[in-house]
């Protein structure tokens, strides 16, 4: 049976995260075999988390992906028998959806990233539409019933792989710089989060633990963030996107923001605190606990994950402070580690993906 060519589709949002999550499903369909275009409104994210693609560029291919300016869609024919995956329901430009029509198209919305209940029973539902052309909703997701996780073939034994060597010589691999004895001794944490997280109360729990922790931030140190007592703060370089994998292998606890770098800190298999995107009257607190419900946390993480979402700088110190002291911290360690392995035994987005569309033509 002949490979279905993808065009995906990507409005860039939140900065990094939209980009990441189309490029890393895009470039896995790619190396399946799949022909991909990949039509995006704004380059300059991707450019940031691949070095090799030209910002300024309108036709430009990496990793078997073509990628295109979303302005060039409007004049583009949808790839016959073809799939149009739409993220987070950035809808195709309007010359382009009625192009659709009589094209043999499959047309899936790739939705964001959710632990509530609700999302198995959406998954996969079809809405009629005006050009015709069914439209099916693909929700990813950490339970059965859902589209699954973007995950690469062999990462997890590739991780494995990398912490068999000695996590000085990974991070002066990666970011240039030599930590001597605080590599292996101290609490390696790595912090990408939003600009509302509660640093201070961050701050304040690292540098009165009584193991010395090395913060890592990519980019530059937020305001505020500095040496003091046991903490330790040091900004590395930016990494691409397919390192970003092993600078979290390197860390003890993982402070991750989004969708994307979630899922990567999942895969790590260590202790994170999740800062999620967030929204109107608070309705990602509702996302966050349908999340750790899921997560099945010990309590002291879990309240730690919240206190982390809140904007108490004295609550988010108390609960951090409780959350890294052992022989909790080696609790959230062990569920951590049993939870990305059961995450890992399940079959990744978009393996997922192309079964669904396999089995959407069947039965048409």
């Known amino acids: 049976m002949t490979r279905p060519a993808f065009d995906v589709f990507c409005r860039v949002i939140d900065n990094l995260g939209d980009a990441g999550v189309c490029w890393r499903l895009a470039a896995q369909l790619a190396a399946a075999g799949h022909a991909v275009r990949l039509w995006i409104d704004d380059l300059a994210p991707l450019a940031r988390i691949l070095p090799e693609i030209d910002a300024s560029s309108t036709d430009q291919t990496m990793a078997g992906v073509r990628v295109l300016p979303w302005a060039g869609a409007e004049t583009a024919l949808p790839p016959a028998d073809g799939v149009v995956v739409e993220a987070f329901a ?3 430009p309007a010359a382009y959806l009625s192009a659709m029509a009589g094209r043999g198209c499959l047309w899936i919305n790739l939705e964001y990233l959710s632990a509530e209940d609700w999302v198995r ?6 809405s009629p539409q005006a050009n015709g052309v069914p439209k099916y909703f693909f929700f990813p997701g950490f339970a059965p019933g859902t589209g699954g996780l973007l995950r690469e073939p062999g990462l997890i034994a590739r991780r494995d ?3 068999m060597i000695s996590r000085r010589h990974r991070l002066h691999a990666l970011t240039g710089r030599d930590f001597g004895d605080l590599a292996d001794e101290a609490r390696v944490v790595l912090l990408f989060c939003y600009p509302d997280a509660p640093l201070a109360g961050l701050r304040r729990a690292l540098a009165t633990d009584p193991r010395p922790t090395l913060l890592l931030a990519p980019g530059a140190l937020p305001d505020g963030l500095a040496d003091e007592d046991s903490l330790h703060v040091q900004a590395v370089p930016f990494v691409p996107q397919q390192r970003f994998d092993e600078l979290l292998w390197c860390c003890d606890l993982n402070l991750v923001r989004g969708e994307d770098s979630l899922v990567r800190a999942l895969w ?3 202790p994170l605190l999740w800062h999620i995107y967030p929204q109107a009257d608070d309705a990602h ?3 966050l606990e349908a999340w750790l419900a899921l997560a099945a946390l010990p309590p002291a993480a879990a309240d730690a994950v919240r206190a982390w979402n809140g904007h108490d ?15 909790r911290f080696e609790a959230w360690s062990q569920r951590s580690r049993q939870w990305s392995d059961a995450l890992s035994a399940h079959t990744d987005l978009a393996q997922n993906l192309l079964a669904f569309c396999m089995r959407c033509r069947q039965t048409s």
């Open 90 to 92: 950035c809808t195709p």
């Open 121 to 126: 029973g959406c998954h996969g539902l079809p």
């Open 161 to 163: 792989a990398a912490r």
């Open 268 to 270: 790590a298999g260590t």
């Open 285 to 287: 607190l509702d996302k």
């Open 313 to 327: 700088d004295a609550a988010c110190a108390q609960a951090l402070v409780e959350a890294l002291a052992a022989p």
